[in-house]
């Protein structure tokens, strides 16, 4: 479980709309390493039955960010079934929200 937040294409945009969220020096890095795994094991598992991808369930009402998030927890887990339950010749070695992909 990913978070848009680790996207350097977004982080590094200019455009109000490609800025996500505030600065954060230990948070977001760690999404952008766990992005860069995701793509190291779907290489090392490409041609196999496994599929590896990240999923950002949104900003989502939990501990994590004092209930803030605008999503429920329902809305957030979405993602994470609708990976979870890719066909057997679905995408690997991508970077998914609802609405879609999200640029790495
Ligand atoms: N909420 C958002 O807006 C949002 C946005 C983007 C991405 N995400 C990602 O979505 C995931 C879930 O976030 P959340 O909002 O549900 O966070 P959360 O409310 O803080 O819940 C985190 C969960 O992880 C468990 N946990 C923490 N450290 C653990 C460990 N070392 N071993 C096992 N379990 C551990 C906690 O267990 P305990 O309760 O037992 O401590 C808790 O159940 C995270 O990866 C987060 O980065 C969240």
């Known amino acids: ?7 350097l ?9 490609q800025m996500t969220g505030p600065v954060a020096v230990a948070y977001a890095p ?5 992005n860069a795994v995701t793509l190291q094991y779907a290489r090392e598992l490409s041609g196999t039955n496994i599929l590896i991808n990240a999923g950002c369930p949104g900003y989502v009402a939990t501990d994590l960010n004092g209930f803030r998030g605008v999503r429920t927890p329902e809305q ?3 993602i994470a079934i609708k990976l979870a339950t890719l066909p057997d010749d679905g995408p690997t070695g991508r970077f998914f929200q609802d609405a879609g992909v999200v640029p790495w």
């Open 1 to 7: 479980m990913s978070s848009s937040v680790g996207s």
């Open 30 to 34: 760690s999404k952008t390493f766990l």
């Open 76 to 78: 957030g887990a979405a």
């Open 9 to 17: 294409t977004r982080q590094s945009g200019t455009a109000a709309e």
